[in-house]
């Protein structure tokens, strides 16, 4: 098992540089640069989709008609100044030495500064990251502590009454958008329209800091409870038919039949001989679940819940082609990601011991 994981460790630095090197590229062709933005600003239009766009009094008198300009809308603005441009975001250097140099950067885990704010990449990350988590740990946990017993339940009562309107209800849980929920759950319960029962913002009170331990447990569950219900809704269905017919598969086999012959209870046959088969193919799913949740439906959520999270700091960088911002997540997102790739294996060896990476791979 060693030896399969310092692979899979190795496998991390040429999967992360193809990453890294597809975005970069896609990026060399994508107009609007960060010197765009300042030549935009400065030529009062506000942001450098509006000169894109020909939004503006004068968006198209900036258009350079001759191509003798690199930049859009720089007619009127001196060389030198473009040149110093350049030169503070690093665009004076060709594309294939400012990526071995932004590589070179990242191995030794320096992400650099943002292009317009004054903190560094890293130190923005950790800023936004108590959010991200929140909603994706929470997340991820409340659909398993519901889905895999419900799931469970569902496979001893095939057929029944009891399995035709759980699964009703969750594929209606599944067909409604997590945005549209969580507007719904803002209009019922944080003051739309009906009950101010939630806070409507932020992870915490403004008197956080002088509550007690106890008040600030309650106080962040109080605030987290509606971001994480419309983060959680949708991951139901998924992850409880996933059990349940997994459960089913393994219930008809064999060594069931010969349990329940010997006389063992059937919460003994379930949960001592079935769950160890069954779940594998649930606990493969949990990279998928924790970073869908993390990443994928964290901008909308933060968006409509007016919380500074990850989502929002990746698509604020995009807009303002804060290209360090982009790539320092990106960075940290790939590599996360195929962390959390790893301990899944790892947890299928620990539910069931008796599988062997290496030989599998041999």
């Known amino acids: 098992m060693g030896a399969y994981i310092l692979r899979r460790l190795l496998l991390i630095i040429p999967t992360l540089i193809g990453i890294m090197v597809i975005n970069f590229a896609l990026v060399q062709f994508v107009p609007g640069g960060p010197v765009e933005q300042i030549i935009a600003e400065l030529q009062g239009q506000g942001d450098v989709f509006s000169s894109f766009s020909g939004s ?83 997340s991820t946990l409340i659909a398993y502590l519901v889905s895999i017993p419900l799931g469970i339940r569902k496979a001893v009562r095939d057929g029944t009454a009891f399995d035709t309107w759980t699964s009703g209800a969750i594929i209606v849980a599944y067909a409604i958008p997590g945005f549209l929920f969580a507007i719904l759950l803002l209009v019922m319960f944080a003051g739309g329209s009906y009950w101010k029962i939630f806070p409507l913002r932020g992870l915490t009170s403004d008197n956080f800091e002088s509550l007690t331990m106890m008040g600030k447990a309650m106080d962040y569950i109080w605030h987290i409870a509606l971001p994480v219900i419309a983060s959680t809704i949708s991951a139901f269905a998924t992850l409880t038919l996933l059990t349940k017919n997994s459960f089913l598969d393994e219930i008809k086999k064999h060594y069931v039949m010969t349990a329940r012959a010997k006389g063992l209870t059937e919460a003994r046959v379930l949960y001592g001989h079935v769950f160890r088969n069954a779940m594998l193919i649930v606990i493969a799913g949990f990279p998928a679940v924790f970073i869908g949740v993390f990443f994928g439906g964290s901008l909308i959520i933060e968006t409509i819940f007016s919380l500074d999270g990850l989502g929002r700091l990746g698509f604020e960088a995009a807009v303002a082609r804060d290209y360090p911002v982009m790539f320092g997540t990106l960075f940290i997102f790939g590599l996360l990601g195929l962390v959390v790739g790893i301990l899944s294996d790892l947890m299928y060896v620990l539910i069931d011991p008796r599988i062997d990476f290496e030989k599998r791979e041999g």
């Open 56 to 138: 503006g009094n004068d968006a198209g008198m900036d258009v350079p008609s001759s191509g003798d300009e690199k930049y859009l809308g720089a007619r009127g603005l001196p060389p030198e100044f473009i040149a110093q441009l350049e030169a503070e975001f690093g665009f004076d250097k060709p594309p294939l030495e400012r990526f071995l140099n932004m590589m070179w950067n990242y191995m030794r885990l320096d992400f650099g500064e943002s292009y317009f704010r004054t903190i560094s990449v890293i130190d923005l990350v950790l800023e936004k990251m108590p959010v991200s988590i929140t909603l994706g740990l929470w």
